[in-house]
């Protein structure tokens, strides 16, 4: 059996035993998952990369704390992510109001097709579709963005993020249910935002050119 096949558990067993440097197998295999989450809350990639890292260092500093009898080890590191990120945004003061809106539109509308198996010629049509999404999930309340992106970035399963977050299962459906809204309305007015801005960028480069033709 690779280190690729072990389990989280067997992992965590040999790296108390004395071989640290299979720590690293765990960090590859979280890192991207553990950096979305974080990105969810953090809108900027240095600060993003900074909690990523203080989330493992945490995490190996107290893997001696983990025990495998109360939970997965999955949900023991978004735990810690999700108190490193609460740390970061108590001492930054980042704090999104939470705001009502109506129910019209669901997140699978909104989401962007990020497949790799995409048309290349859309590339940056997907990358700027992303940035977007995640720009208006940053604007969502804590709760909902960080539900949301277990869910939808990270596939965790309803029953994993109830015992992530510490929440009831019915919690976790509420928030992704309205999250879900939240953020396609936010997608929605993003999108008529552009092509107000679009449209007056037009309008002012019609009237340069209506005056250049006068001055002929």
Known sequence: MTIGEESDEALVRRVRSGEREVFSALVDRYKRGIAS???AAVRTPADVADLSQ?????AYAHLGTFNPALGKFSTWMYQIARNVVR???GKSQRRVPTSDLPEDQTLENALP?????????????????????RAALAELPE???????LRYYNNME???IAS????????????????????AQKMLAREKL???????????????????????
Request: avoid cysteine; glycine fraction near 8%.
């Open 37 to 39: 989450f974080i990105g």
């Open 54 to 58: 203080e989330t493992f260092l945490r």
């Open 87 to 89: 740390t970061h945004l």
């Open 113 to 133: 097709d990020l497949s790799r198996d995409g048309n290349p010629e859309t590339g940056v049509v997907r990358a700027e579709a992303e940035r977007e999404l």
């Open 143 to 149: 709760r909902t963005r960080t539900v949301l992106t």
């Open 158 to 160: 309803y029953h994993i």
């Open 164 to 183: 992530t977050l510490g929440l009831t299962l019915g919690n976790v459906k509420t928030l992704i249910h309205r999250g879900k809204i939240a953020l």
């Open 194 to 216: 552009s092509a107000a801005r679009s449209a007056v960028l037009s309008e002012r480069s019609s009237s340069k050119g209506t005056r250049a033709l006068l001055l002929v």
